[in-house]
């Protein structure tokens, strides 16, 4: 990118440079000079307009292979996220689980407390 925006300037330096030296040095007449300057001036435009369809051409390339790799990144930490979302449900599902578990064991031991009390108050 530097190396095509230097050569950008090497090329409309070098047009000035010899338009000018043209001018100074020309032995035809005024006339022909200008048709010279003329035509030299619509070749320096002509790859001055390579030069930017080019440059522009490589900096869409560069634009498709960023969004590419951009996308793909995204896809990758979309897919392990989703991984470990997943993960993390399975470890709280279970933890609920053993937590039910344990839940339905206090209840039972109350429930036999409760039946041992009323057993006692009963007898006594």
């Keep these: 990118m530097a190396n095509t925006g230097n050569t950008l300037l090497a090329?409309?330096?070098g047009a000035a440079i010899g338009a000018g030296i043209g001018l100074l040095y020309a032995p035809d007449k005024g006339e022909n000079t200008?048709?010279?300057l003329n035509?030299?001036?619509k070749k320096?435009?002509?790859?001055?307009?390579?030069?930017?369809?080019?440059?522009?051409?490589?900096l869409s390339d560069s634009a498709k292979k960023a969004k590419l790799t951009f996308e793909?990144?995204?896809?990758?930490t979309?897919?392990?996220?989703?991984?470990?979302?997943?993960?993390?449900l399975v470890a709280m599902e279970e933890k609920l689980e053993?937590?039910?578990?344990?839940?339905?064991?206090?209840?039972?031991?109350?429930?036999?407390?409760?039946?041992k009390t009323d057993t006692k108050n009963a007898i006594a």
């Design 11 to 13: 090329l409309i330096t």
């Design 34 to 36: 200008r048709k010279k």
């Design 39 to 41: 035509k030299e001036a």
């Design 44 to 58: 320096a435009k002509k790859q001055l307009d390579k030069q930017v369809k080019e440059t522009s051409s490589h």
């Design 72 to 76: 793909s990144k995204l896809e990758e």
């Design 78 to 88: 979309l897919s392990s996220a989703s991984y470990k979302a997943d993960d993390i």
């Design 98 to 115: 053993a937590l039910r578990a344990k839940n339905a064991k206090l209840h039972k031991n109350l429930k036999e407390e409760e039946i």
